[in-house]
């Protein structure tokens, strides 16, 4: 009698064991994909802004014309350009802001061309993935090329 209660205390350990083993096996796989959907959504976060971005710089309507060497935006498109007209061709979700260096005047049309700051569909407070690139800003009454930073995101 004392021999079989033995073997059936080694089964039920050995039980206990195996379940134990498959149970953590199953918490190792389930945190490694979660890992894995973090970093691909991270990734894929990174590529929008990066698209938004390229989108944002190359577009015709706010760079200057005949400029061969690559974008460079021009202030009085930034002026007058508005959120709608932006989101039609880019849709929702987004913002952009263009600051020259040094300053601190968001522009209007009744202080243009004494500002330095254009900022496109902003809202304060939301959670947001974004990038920043160096830009050149053509001054289009001084004819002069001033260096700004270029921020394009989108809400999360």
């Keep these: 009698m004392l021999r079989g209660q ?13 379940m134990l083993v498959i149970v953590l096996v199953v918490f190792f796989l389930a945190g490694w994909h979660i890992g894995t959907v973090k970093s691909k959504g991270s990734l894929l976060r990174q590529q929008k802004a990066t698209l938004l971005l390229k ?3 190359n577009s015709p309507y706010l760079n200057k014309e005949g400029f061969k060497e690559g974008g460079m935006l021009e202030d009085s498109k930034l002026t007058v350009l508005e959120c709608d007209d932006l989101e039609e061709m880019m849709g929702k979700g987004w913002f952009a802001e263009v600051r020259i260096l040094d300053s601190t005047t968001e522009c209007t049309d009744e202080n243009y061309p004494k500002c330095g700051i254009w900022k496109f569909c902003k809202i304060e407070g939301k959670k947001f993935t974004a990038y920043d690139v160096p830009v050149n800003i053509y001054r289009t009454l001084t004819k002069d090329v001033e260096v700004g930073i270029l921020t394009v995101g989108f809400y999360e």
């Design 6 to 18: 033995a073997h059936l205390m080694e089964y039920i350990l050995m039980g206990f064991f195996i």
């Design 55 to 57: 989108a944002f710089s």
